[in-house]
């Protein structure tokens, strides 16, 4: 993940985090509104409650009055006899001075008002014919009323109950109670509320706010209307819509309403007994602020965080960069250094080239100078006896001594050839000898080889034991280049000898499928080991000048390498040096097909 954010643009990292952060500020917001709502609907429940409730006691607290009233003797008789009535005028006064409400009259079977606490009052109702109002209607079918309305005289609203009398089942009239309901209104508006109560119709009757009262939430039916108009329950003014914009439905009594630019949150419940409804409208500005102020914060907070966020990645970059910058100046500084260094082996290794350069011009001149000793010495002897003999020769036949002329002249050619014999071995540094590919037998080889050197052997007094397969083992190549292989080691073998008192020598040869090895194994001085490396160079002796060239095993080798073999020397735990030989083999099938 780290890598990840290292690796992405720093604009592609502030629109993720942008997105991510409008996202949680989003869903703050959001939530903040549904908990705020949900309390702002909790209280509004329990003001519903408690409004229920008082208004529930404000007209109770009266609906006894025209009950006791219907069943009062004088209003009996009143309503009975047509009496005068303005004992009942008095009591009624009296009365509804006592219980606290707006007024107290009594309607005769017509609906006329015979008698009513009002009586000395300008707007007195006492003669007025209120047959038309429900409460009436409802009390002359033998029922309570209940009705709001704006009085027709008085021009006041009030809440009118209504109780009928009755004389053994004859409609004498009806005993009317009219509550004043602008106090509790009052005590609404106080409370800062917005309270209002509708009727079955609709129509706001009771309302904290003046300017909505006598209107309706929903639009009026013909038959709704006419119903209104005939009972003059809210004067004769047209009833108009509430300016009320109803908005999203939160629950079945709970929705959200706007007014002008406010919105509200609008709870309801409904009185059953009365057809009245009960609402209650709470500003959701309180909410929506809180929401606001929740989106604010979250949005500072965030963008302060994504700030500190690129802060962070920024100081990060630079300390890497920083970091890379040190590296690189290090790395730099270490690739001067080693730049120099490498200059400086360069000029050691110069340096030390010329120095081996001239060391091998040394040993070149030095083997030379070695060779060219061997050579003049191997060669004096033999150009000094020709002298001596031809120079004797000269005489002989001066003389006229032709046979011992002869003589002289005779060993004149066998020290030529035997200086003949030194140069051929030179020869094999000069060029390759061609390779004969005459199968030869290994043994036969060996018994040449002891043949010739069968004399030196024997003035040395040195046993020699060999151990041979018993079969023939053939070899491809010339059987006289084994065999001056051979002479080579047996020569040398005798040479280590000299000087040791117990004088062997084993040469064993055995054979696997592929390739034969034959060992030479003396009992001489043995070879020191800073030698074992280069005896095979040319030229390398540890013998006194005139006694050894150097050239003999670097001869074998070159021959051995030629007939595809290899040749090693090594020391023997017990004393004196061995020498191995292998070389490939030509499997017996094969040389029957070719002998
Ligand atoms: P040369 O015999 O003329 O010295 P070679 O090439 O034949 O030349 O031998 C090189 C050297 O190897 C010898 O001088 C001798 O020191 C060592 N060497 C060869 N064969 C033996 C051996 N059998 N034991 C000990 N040393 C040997």
Redesign the pocket.
Known sequence: MARFIKRVSPWWLLIVGLCVASGVVWQAGRWTYAVELESLIKTGEERLTLYTGTLRGALSRYAYLPYVLARNGEVLALLESGRAADQVNLYLEDLNQEAGCQALYIMDATGTTRASSNWREPLSYVGKNYGFRPYFTAAKNNRQGRFFAIGVTTNQPGFFMSHPVYREERFLGAVVVKVDLDPLQADWREGGETILVSDANGVLFLSSRDDWKYRSLLPLTAEQQELIRTGRQYGSEPIELVPLQTGKSLGPDQRIVRTGKLNYLMLSRTIPSLDWTLYHLASLEPVQERTQAVATIGTILSLLLLALGMYARERRQKQLSRHKAREAEAIKTINLRLQDEIEEHCRTEHALRNTQAELVQHSKLAALGQMAAGIVHELNQPIAAIRTHAASGRLLLDRREEEKARESFTSVTRITDHMASITAQLKTFAYKTPRSSEPVDVQTCLLAALEMTEALLSEMVIVVKTQQPPEPVIIKGGGSRLEQVLV??I???V??MRDVERRALKITTTQNDEMVEIT?C?S????EEQ?LAE??NPF????EVG??????????YRIITDLGGTIR?LNNPEG??S?VVRLPVIPATTTGEEQ
């Not at 390398?540 to 013998?543: A, P, R, S, Y």
């Open positions: 080579n080691l020569r040398n073998s040479d280590a030479l003396d001489g001085s043995g070879i030698n005896l095979f390398f002796t540890t013998k006694k050894g060239l150097g050239l003999g095993l670097s001869i074998s020397a004196g040096a020498f």
